[in-house]
């Protein structure tokens, strides 16, 4: 299970803005994502930029799959998971209501 992010989701909106805003005040991509990190407090310009490409994919701008397809295939994973385990009671109960049903009764 992954961890919750220690940055809140406005502020890696906001981050994300400003560097779209003043990457070409830059000589470079990694100088923008550098200042912008350092002015907001986020600990690494890599983290930064993980933001912008999930920004980039949700936006359609690049391949890859977004956050609201993630969100979905986890929860069909977890739903998945559960009915198999489900499953596995069931077949547990079947057998053994199958056994008791080939047992022979003795009447007193």
């Known amino acids: 299970m ?7 989701l406005e502020l890696r909106r906001r ?14 991509e990694t100088a923008a994502l550098q200042a912008v ?10 983290t930064l930029r993980n933001w912008l490409k999930q920004q980039e994919i949700d936006a359609g701008q690049r391949p890859g799959t977004t956050t609201e397809e993630s969100a979905q295939l986890k929860a069909l994973k977890k739903e998945n998971a559960e009915l198999k ?14 056994a008791e049903l080939d ?3 003795t009447r007193s």
């Open 2 to 8: 992954a961890r919750p992010s220690r940055y809140p």
């Open 15 to 28: 981050a994300v803005r400003m560097v779209t805003e003043v990457r070409d005040d830059y000589p470079n």
């Open 37 to 46: 990190a350092d002015k907001l407090g986020i600990g690494s310009r890599e």
């Open 85 to 98: 385990r489900a499953n596995e009671i069931l077949k547990a109960a079947a057998s053994f209501f199958a």
């Open 103 to 105: 047992r022979p009764h």
